[in-house]
């Protein structure tokens, strides 16, 4: 298994204003994924993090808007910029260990509110 | 087309009794995921299930490969189980979660 923590838990932003949430795990992982849960909707994939490469975005999700980065095998940094109350979501943090994608942990997630 | 239904969509039930949540997908997977959401917004990952079965406390899941079909159960329920509950399914082949609408249990005192 592996143990993810994600900071900050929540928080309150203005619009304009960027929020970075971070992902660390308690062991190296093979793959890191961010995920966003809009209100009554469910999880949908923003992104791959990959290590040491740019990340791989889903359709809808660009780099200028949700930057991420991966520095190594244990941490990862999502970022919503120029942020409007349209970001308000709880964004959560998931990663795969052995390279087997179907075996997935899953972080507490950052809820996210933007005034 | 794979879809994963969860039944019941919400479930109302007194402190004590035995839940029932039931999940069901259309193709072959590599695994089911059970979490859990409360009305903060925190989630946890209850159970990643291949095949049989797993317990964790009061918590019992099970998958039927063949039937595509997996259940989680709630022994001796209690308010504080009073949350969101989601099934998502995953495959070996690439990252994409195929997730259920999730269902929403409320456990009176």
């Known amino acids: 298994s592996a143990v993810i923590s994600q900071k900050p838990s929540r928080d309150i932003c203005q619009r304009g204003t960027s929020l970075t949430i971070q992902c660390q795990v308690d062991?190296?992982?093979?793959?890191m994924f961010w995920y966003r849960q809009q209100p009554g909707q469910s999880l949908t994939l923003i992104a791959t993090a990959n290590q040491g490469s740019e990340a791989t975005y889903e359709s809808g999700f660009v780099i200028d808007k949700f930057p991420i980065s991966r520095p190594n095998l244990t941490f990862s940094t999502l970022t919503v910029s120029n942020m409007s109350p349209e970001d308000s979501s709880i964004y959560l943090c998931s990663v795969a260990k052995s390279g087997r994608a179907s075996e997935q942990y899953f972080g507490p997630g950052t809820r996210l509110t933007v005034t | 087309k794979n879809e994963v239904e969860q039944s019941p969509q919400n479930l109302t039930a007194q402190e004590g009794e035995f839940i029932t949540i039931n999940c069901s997908y259309s193709v072959g997977i590599s695994a089911l995921h059970w979490l859990q959401q409360h009305p903060g917004g925190g989630i946890v990952s209850l159970f990643m299930?291949?095949?049989?079965?797993k317990k964790h406390g009061r918590l019992i899941a099970t998958i039927n490969i063949q039937e595509k079909h997996s259940s989680l159960h709630i022994t001796a329920s209690h308010p504080r189980d009073s949350a969101v509950y989601i099934c998502?399914?995953?495959?070996?082949?690439?990252?994409?979660?195929?997730w259920g609408a999730g269902t929403k249990l409320i456990i009176k005192p």
């Open positions: 062991s190296q992982v093979t793959m």
């Open positions: 299930l291949s095949s049989g079965k």
């Open positions: 998502a399914v995953s495959f070996d082949s690439n990252y994409q979660l195929i």
